[in-house]
């Protein structure tokens, strides 16, 4: 079945009985029990600051971490993408007098640098997560390089990135993908996930470490351990193909399309003498109008 674009010129409803328009906030979510794939990267995480041993590695994700080793300086040059490394911990005392904690890294090239925490070093001690600016933790790299590579999973998103987290050609989803490496990411997405699918297409997805909830990409909202396929049997061939591409056409479902394009931001619903009508509209302008639960125009 091939898709075709209908214009949505002079579509007016006559006699409809229109309710108020329905948005994400206004639909109630049942919570589900954790799945495995939402607590499959949950041992990933920052290591605590009580567990650091000296020559732990970072990798600084932008140049404007000079700004947090103020007591120390920067050398000259660019540290994106350099690895530095814990080297210790003492404390000092505050112009205002108080206690705090000076923590010293070293540069590739062995000069020092310090990191100086407003805490005394017995509270840091306690502390679960203790985050440096604009670096990452490569123990969570490592942790997550044993889980992730030369495995094969399904993949959730059609939001395939390149290596500089940049959006590349329209990807597909629900389809198979062997992932090749990982290595850091960037500031906001920790993790990089370089991957293959079947037909030989490569490409880069970003997520965050740890269980499902903890960020809002987690390893469970971009891949699954099995085939997306098996849970949707009743859905025909063509249609899915559609859902994979990440398109539609005309006489999809409700569900069919949500799937394809993931949920509107916003729904407004009525009905006429002749049929119940539902309209989607995406935040990317894409619009979607459904008679009697399959969808009749659209805007894509």
Same mark, same amino acid.
Not at 213 to 226: D, I, K, L, W, Y
Not at 239 to 258: A, F, K, P, S
Not at 274 to 289: D, T
């Given at each position: 079945m091939t898709a075709s674009l209908l214009p949505l010129q002079g579509c007016f409803f006559t006699g409809v009985e229109s309710t108020p328009r329905i948005t994400g906030k206004d639909v109630k979510r049942e919570v589900p029990p954790p799945t495995a794939e939402d607590t499959y990267m949950a041992s990933v995480a920052d290591t605590p600051f009580a567990k650091w041993e000296p020559g732990k590695t970072f990798m600084v994700t932008d140049d404007r971490i000079e700004r947090i080793f103020g007591a120390s300086g920067t050398p000259a040059g660019s540290l994106k993408g350099s690895l530095i490394r814990y080297r210790g911990t003492e404390e000092a005392t505050s112009v205002t007098g108080g206690t705090v904690s000076d923590v010293t890294f070293t540069t590739p090239a062995g000069l020092p640098l310090t990191y100086r925490i407003n805490k005394p070093l017995e509270r840091l001690m306690t502390d679960s997560v203790t985050e440096v600016p604009f670096t990452i933790q490569m123990s969570v790299i490592d942790g997550?390089?044993?889980?992730?590579?030369?495995?094969?999973?399904?993949?959730?998103? @059609?939001?395939?990135?390149?290596? #500089?987290?940049?959006? &590349?050609? /329209? $990807?597909?989803? !629900?389809?198979?993908?062997?992932?090749?490496?990982? @290595?850091?990411?960037?500031?906001? +997405?920790?993790?990089?996930?370089? +991957? =293959? #699918?079947?037909? $030989?297409?490569?490409?880069?997805? !970003? &997520?965050?470490?740890?269980?499902?909830?903890?960020?809002?990409? =987690? !390893? @469970?909202?971009? +891949?699954?351990?099995?085939?997306?396929?098996?849970?949707?049997?009743?859905?025909?061939?063509?249609?899915?193909?559609?859902?994979?591409? $990440?398109?539609? =056409?005309?006489?999809? =479902?409700?569900?069919?399309?949500?799937?394809?394009?993931?949920?509107?931001?916003? &729904?407004?619903?009525?009905?006429?003498? @002749?049929? *119940?009508?539902?309209?989607? %509209?995406?935040?990317? $302008?894409?619009?979607? %109008?459904?008679?009697?639960? *399959?969808? /009749?125009?659209?805007?894509?």
């Open positions: 997550a390089r044993r889980l992730l590579e030369g495995k094969e999973f399904y993949i959730l998103t @059609s939001l395939w990135r390149n290596d #500089d987290d940049e959006p &590349i050609w /329209k $990807g597909r989803k !629900f389809i198979p993908v062997r992932i090749d490496s990982v @290595s850091p990411g960037n500031a906001l +997405f920790p993790i990089k996930v370089a +991957f =293959t #699918d079947h037909d $030989g297409h490569s490409a880069r997805v !970003f &997520i965050h470490p740890g269980a499902k909830g903890e960020a809002p990409r =987690t !390893f @469970s909202r971009v +891949f699954s351990f099995s085939d997306p396929r098996l849970r949707y049997p009743h859905i025909p061939p063509e249609h899915w193909q559609m859902i994979i591409d $990440g398109r539609v =056409t005309e006489g999809m =479902t409700l569900e069919e399309c949500r799937l394809s394009l993931g949920s509107p931001k916003e &729904i407004d619903r009525g009905a006429t003498n @002749s049929y *119940l009508r539902e309209a989607w %509209l995406y935040e990317n $302008g894409v619009y979607l %109008l459904f008679e009697d639960g *399959l969808l /009749k125009r659209y805007r894509h």
